[in-house]
């Protein structure tokens, strides 16, 4: 019930495509759906959020797509560059706490 | 404004030791929250702490792992007795307000040997 889901597991982009992660989630009482980008060695920044009133939300190259009904979020790094090689997670919570349930992470490798 | 601090940034621990990490939050933060991250894996809720109070600790484990904030000083999160399961990164975030943006702190790096 508490599981956040997440695909692929690592992904390789040439730069300039598409990088799309994947996520799904089975708790409906969930209600704030954060990305974090995290280097290594670093701990995990928040890069972009949102909410379930909306279905996209869109900062800079950065946009996520949420299907309430299948329960998904996704985001999508268009134009990805070398220096978006990280690893992402995606998480949800209730009431937008910090008590957060994590996805596995994808480890992103952006090719010059 | 520093960030959240952790420390120490790397632990090493013989089997049955004691550790201590510390995390200092950003100034005017009194929420603090601490995860676990397993090697090639996400980050799991441990305990949420409000200055003096444990908020939730739903995550934690039942035996040997405690957490505490007090009044004054940085909060603490303590492992007794630890075995070669626990080495993980450990990651403390604060934020000012309960349903404000965390941010995170570097983590301290636990080697159990």
């Given at each position: 019930q508490q599981q956040v889901k997440q695909s692929p597991q690592s992904l390789i982009v040439q730069k300039g495509g598409i990088s799309i992660i994947n996520c799904a989630y089975e708790n409906t009482a969930f209600d704030y759906f954060p990305w974090y980008q995290q280097f290594p060695g670093k701990g995990p920044a928040l890069l972009i959020a949102i909410r379930p009133d909306v279905s996209e939300k869109k900062e800079g190259r950065f946009t996520i797509s949420f299907n309430k009904s299948a329960k998904q979020f996704s985001l999508h790094i268009m134009d990805s560059q070398p220096g978006d090689s990280a690893t992402y997670f995606c998480a949800a919570s209730r009431g937008a706490g910090n008590m957060?349930?994590?996805?596995?992470g994808t480890r992103l490798?952006?090719?010059p | 404004n520093a960030g959240v601090m952790q420390n120490p940034r790397h632990l090493v621990r013989r089997r049955g030791q004691e550790a201590r990490l510390r995390c200092?939050?950003?100034?005017g933060h009194s929420h603090v929250?601490?995860?676990r991250q397993l090697p090639e894996e996400g980050l799991?809720?441990?305990?949420?702490l409000q200055k003096e109070n444990i908020i939730d600790e739903s995550g934690m484990p039942k035996e040997r792992f405690s957490a505490e904030f007090p009044k004054e000083g940085p909060s603490i999160l303590r492992i007794q007795q630890v075995v070669r399961g626990d080495s993980a990164a450990y990651f403390c975030a604060s934020s000012p307000g309960e349903n404000t943006e965390a941010f995170f702190g570097q983590g301290t790096r636990l080697t159990v040997v």
């Open positions: 957060l349930t994590f996805g596995g490798m952006v090719k | 200092s939050p950003m100034k929250y601490w995860y799991k809720f441990m305990v949420y």
